[in-house]
């Protein structure tokens, strides 16, 4: 009954925001990503539920986003003239481009079901990611920043509670024989992790846009408190993906005396936490051993990956059938009899399924994105309203590329990349921040 009773509430509110305030359906999509744990809220839905995926509030928004796109691109005519615009985006291009590539390797897949399952996925995230584009305006840019920078600080009461109450509050049943490690809402860790430094990272845009020397000191200890979410969380990939990040930071944005500060806190904050919980030291040390003996199961599935892309190098074995080739034909390279035969590699993932080709598209996207943020660079209209001297719209875009590093650069090590909304979300914005610089020809 309660699970019946969370859907409906649910459904009233998106259907409430679909008509009255479709905007907020983009940073509520930001907010619904840290809820994994949603797919207990909800009852099972039976064929809908089999027809619609994994029935969380991520999945309920995206639905909502797109009809409240469509909706007002059919009764809005100059919403048609930004679809167009949208449409003709190089970033939309590449984007669609990928799409494409995984729809046409069904014809050769070796496991169809399983890459038309993958090609709807994209597609529904295609159209979340035009949804965005044309729901979000230039006065709203920072939404997305502030909806995962609260909710990352707000976890912290989920993650403390976890680390020293020695009890997960939602968990997969392959958490409870290892070390104990802080997710929260998430079912991963690392997933947990990632959306942690999403939240650092928005934490640098958000002090870049405020004048309040109040608001600057409550965003420096909201950086202490998610680094020490971090720490608590165990992720060797989520540290490397930190030292990444702050990396990019430095160099593209200006407030590098905060970059920095987060270094100097993290050490401490690191240092503090892991004195208290050696386990997690004791977890991170193990690197120093080699990938075989730290990671055995990630070191098979990097032999499996390279193995089928030497063999299909060219178009490879089709969108999401690395599971079903690495079992049908290289099983023989799986070295722990339990463990895991998902690729947890971007990369090399894309490389055993897209080939070649799908690695080339990859680069095109990481090359329009940073086109794009050099164009946002050069920029000299200040068509935001700001009160700082920066470039406003190039921050914002330094941010949503900050956001697509993280995901990026974690995704090598749990497998996230196209299949993660916010790469979507971020992407979107990137477009919506390329549009918002012309003259303003969408208003009614």
């Known amino acids: 009954m309660l699970q019946w009773a969370a859907l409906v509430i ?21 907010v619904a990503v840290a809820l994994e744990v949603s797919k207990t809220f909800y009852p099972d839905l039976g064929i809908i539920g089999n027809l619609i995926g994994e029935v969380t509030l991520t999945r309920f928004t995206c639905i909502a986003l797109i009809l409240a796109a469509a909706f007002r691109v ?9 679809l167009l615009d949208v449409i003709k985006d190089p970033l939309t291009i590449i984007l669609l481009v990928y799409l494409v590539l995984g729809a046409i390797s069904t014809v050769y897949s070796a496991d169809i079901g399983r890459t038309l399952i993958e ?22 840019f920072l939404l997305p920043f502030h909806a995962v920078h609260i909710t990352a600080l707000f976890l912290v009461v989920f993650a403390l509670y976890e680390a020293f109450s020695g009890n997960h509050i939602w968990q997969s049943t392959e958490l409870a024989a290892h070390t104990l490690r802080a997710n929260a809402t998430f079912v991963d860790p690392n997933i947990f992790a990632r959306y942690i430094i999403l939240g650092i ?10 004048r309040e020397k109040r608001i600057r000191y409550l965003c420096f200890i909201g950086l202490a408190v998610m680094l020490a979410e971090l720490v608590l969380t165990g992720s060797r990939g989520g540290f490397v993906t930190l030292a990444v990040v702050l990396i990019a930071a430095l160099i593209l944005l200006p ?9 100097g806190l993290g050490i401490l904050c690191g240092g503090i936490i892991l004195f208290i919980r050696p386990d997690i030291a004791e977890r991170l040390m193990v690197l120093t051993k080699g990938l075989g003996v730290s990671d055995p199961t990630r070191l098979y599935l990097w032999k499996a990956a390279i ?28 070295t722990v009899a339990d463990g895991v035969t998902l690729s947890h590699t971007t990369v090399l993932t894309i490389a055993a399924e897209l080939g070649i080709i799908g690695l080339l598209v990859l680069a095109v996207l990481w090359v329009t994105i940073m086109g ?29 590329l900050l956001w697509i590093v993280t995901v990026f650069i974690s995704s090598q090590a749990e497998g996230r990349f196209f299949e993660d909304p916010m790469l979507w979300l ?17 208003s009614d």
């Open 201 to 210: 990272s928005a934490n640098f845009i958000i002090q870049l846009y405020t």
């Open 74 to 82: 059919i009764v809005i005519p100059n919403m048609r003239r930004k």
């Open 307 to 334: 193995a089928i892309f030497t063999d299909h190098p060219i178009i490879g074995t089709g969108l999401g059938t690395f599971q079903t080739v690495f079992l049908s034909d290289y099983a023989h390279l799986k």
């Open 426 to 442: 971020s992407c979107a914005c990137l477009v919506m921040l390329r549009m918002s610089g012309k003259r303003n020809i969408y």
């Open 255 to 263: 407030n590098k005396k905060v970059v920095l500060s987060v270094i």
């Open 372 to 400: 794009r943020l050099y164009r946002f660079y050069r920029f000299e209209g200040n068509y935001l309203t700001i009160y700082n001297n920066y470039n406003s719209i190039y921050e914002a875009g330094a941010g949503y």
């Open 10 to 30: 649910t459904l009233i509110i998106l259907i409430i925001l679909m008509i009255k305030k479709p905007l907020w359906l983009v940073p509520l999509l930001a």
């Open 119 to 140: 090609t709807v996925r994209l597609v529904i995230l295609f159209a979340v990611f035009v949804s965005i584009a044309l729901l979000l305006d230039k006065k709203h």
